[in-house]
């Protein structure tokens, strides 16, 4: 349908969105026309939420250049263009009466909108009666620089969200819902969100947008989740390409999905409140776990937990060796020239001046003691397993040989 709107030079097909059924209908609907004279056929009082995205009213004056001197695809189409600023306020006062009538009394009002019409919105706004409850700042993470670099780069938007007459009672805010959603923290008033990019962004077989101003889904999600309730009515008067209602019809469905897994969680349970006839029904045993620890108890169990996990660091001391030719030396100089058979014991007895040393000690003189004896200057003695050794100097016969002595070491 093609209808006329007051102020707009060229007129051109306008859409309106209509998000979740009235309380008789089922499916959202389209519907397509000037979203003014479409709303005076829709009942009053019958919406829950309205979103406004409304023609800016950029009155640019000629292209916008890039340094490159490539053009920047703003919004220049004829639906953004008014004769005038009256002729905007006209049009301004002629869709938020018109929304207005639609608006149940506890219906609350979204206009999104930037610097160039957001004050004349909010002006109409107020003299119309509605009450003003914030103003949002959509700060855009991703913004648009400015290119001639005589202004401060254009980050943000704003909305104002209003309720329809003073005082503002019984209207939808999620509170809790928002708080949770944000790590538990109250949500504020500046909310950060990329412009519209990548895959969400609709785009024609050319590859160019398809809308210039396409809002991103993630702003209107926030904006029905605050304000709206799962069967609540959302009215769009300026559909674009339709970000409202497929996040409405989105959430919707979340709603849903959530419902009937809600629904099938709390259906009877064979085994627990239903039992197949015939089959043994055991009492059902109730445990309730009573904690009975006192705080020395929690305190002394702690303390276990943090031991176990504490780090210790174990450093081995270094073991002092008695090397084989400290030993050798050691033997050659106190056996010197005894005959006498003496245990090998009592010469080691002064180095064994501390027991940690014994093992090395008896180790290396007992090896240096069987090289010695190979090489002919000892000689080695032990009448049973396990008993004493004795030890002396070779003795030499008169031929110059040496004298046998037989032992049984
Ligand atoms: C700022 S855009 C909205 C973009 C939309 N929020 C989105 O995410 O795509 C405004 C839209 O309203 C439409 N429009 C302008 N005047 C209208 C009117 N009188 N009735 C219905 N639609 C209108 C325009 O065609 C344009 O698509």
């Given at each position: 349908m093609v209808v006329s709107r007051r102020g707009a030079s060229v007129r051109a097909p306008r859409v309106s969105f209509e998000s979740s059924p009235p309380p008789a209908a089922a499916?959202?609907?389209?519907?397509?026309?000037?979203?003014?004279a479409e709303m005076a056929k829709l009942p009053a009082a019958s919406v829950d939420l309205v979103f406004a995205d409304p023609p800016y009213n950029l009155q640019l004056q000629g292209d916008l250049k890039r340094p490159d001197d490539s053009r920047v695809d703003a919004v220049d189409d004829d639906w953004d263009k008014f004769s005038s600023f009256s002729a905007y306020d006209d049009f301004t006062r002629a869709w938020i009466t018109a929304c207005r009538r639609l608006m149940k009394p506890t219906a609350t009002l979204w206009v999104i909108g930037s610097y160039h019409n957001i004050f004349r919105v909010g002006t109409v706004l107020q003299d119309l009666g509605f009450?003003?409850?914030?103003?949002?700042v959509w700060?855009?993470?991703?913004?648009?620089?400015?290119?001639?670099?005589?202004?401060?780069?254009?980050?943000?938007?704003?909305l104002i969200w209003a309720a329809r007459q003073a005082p503002a009672k019984d209207y939808t805010f999620n509170y809790e819902a928002l708080k949770a959603g944000n790590d538990d923290i109250q949500m504020r008033s500046d909310w950060l969100f990329p412009l519209c990019t990548g895959e969400e962004r609709l785009k024609g077989r050319d590859g160019k947008k398809l809308h210039p101003t396409q809002k991103p889904e993630a702003l209107l999600a926030r904006v029905i989740l605050a304000a709206s309730r799962p069967d609540d009515l959302v009215l769009d008067p300026f559909c674009g390409t339709g970000t409202t209602g497929a996040v409405a019809q989105r959430l919707r469905r979340l709603e849903t999905i959530r419902n009937v897994a809600e629904q099938l969680l709390n259906r009877p349970q064979l085994g627990r409140e239903v039992f197949q006839r015939g089959a043994p029904e055991p009492i059902a045993e109730i445990k309730h776990p009573e904690w009975s620890a006192t705080l020395y108890d929690l305190l002394t169990a702690y303390a276990g937990r943090r031991q176990t996990q504490a780090r210790s660091f174990v450093r081995m001391p270094k073991r002092t060796v008695?090397?084989?030719?400290?030993?050798?030396?050691?033997?050659?100089?106190?056996?010197?020239?005894?005959?006498?058979?003496?245990?090998?014991?009592?010469?080691l007895a002064e180095y064994l001046v501390e027991p940690s040393m014994k093992a090395t000690v008896m180790a290396s003189s007992f090896a240096a003691t069987l090289e010695l004896v190979r090489e002919g200057h000892l000689e080695l003695n032990q009448h049973a397993a396990f008993a004493p050794l004795y030890v002396r100097k070779r003795q030499k016969t008169e031929n110059g040989g040496v004298a046998a002595e037989t032992g049984n070491g």
């Open positions: 499916s959202p609907r389209i519907v397509v026309g000037d979203c003014v009450w003003i409850l914030n103003d949002i700060r855009k993470s991703n913004p648009m620089p400015n290119f001639r670099g005589r202004r401060f780069t254009n980050a943000h938007e704003t008695w090397s084989l030719a400290e030993a050798r030396e050691a033997l050659e100089r106190l056996i010197g020239l005894s005959m006498e058979w003496s245990p090998l014991d009592q010469y």
